[in-house]
């Protein structure tokens, strides 16, 4: 099986920086695209960033400008920098990846999620 796990989140200051990291672990074959989304209570689940292989990406508008996402292919983990955060950045912030994993019965595509990590902007 595939897990990706989230840390790095908590409480931090507007205008602060929080990095948060995501690995992915289990019987990997290759990862493509990753993904960082966050989700508040009662509101649909949003995309931060993308980032394919080959590093291009494609940022929110409210990201724009504060977040960068990277990804180290080699630990099969990606990050999300957030730098001078609002307090409406506080959310659950989830990783996603497109994973081809290795099954019984070959190769198989799946799309993967983190358990999320909480994000506080707070004074």
């Known amino acids: 099986q595939v897990q990706l796990v989230e840390s790095g989140g908590g409480v931090v200051q507007p205008g602060g920086s929080l990095r948060l990291s995501c690995v992915a672990s289990g019987n990997i074959s290759s990862i493509y695209t990753l993904n960082w989304f966050r989700q508040t209570p009662g509101a649909l689940r949003e995309s931060v960033a993308p980032?394919?292989?080959?590093?291009?990406?494609n940022y929110a508008d409210f990201a724009k400008r504060r977040f960068a996402i990277s990804r180290n292919s080699a630990k099969e983990t990606v990050y999300l920098q957030m730098n001078s955060p609002k307090p409406e950045d506080t959310a659950v912030y989830y990783c996603?990846?497109?994973?081809?994993?290795?099954?019984?019965?070959?190769?198989?595509?799946?799309?993967?999620w983190g358990q999320g990590t909480q994000v506080t902007v707070s004074s």
């Open positions: 980032i394919t292989p080959a590093g291009n990406t």
């Open positions: 996603n990846a497109d994973i081809i994993r290795r099954a019984a019965s070959g190769l198989e595509a799946t799309g993967s």
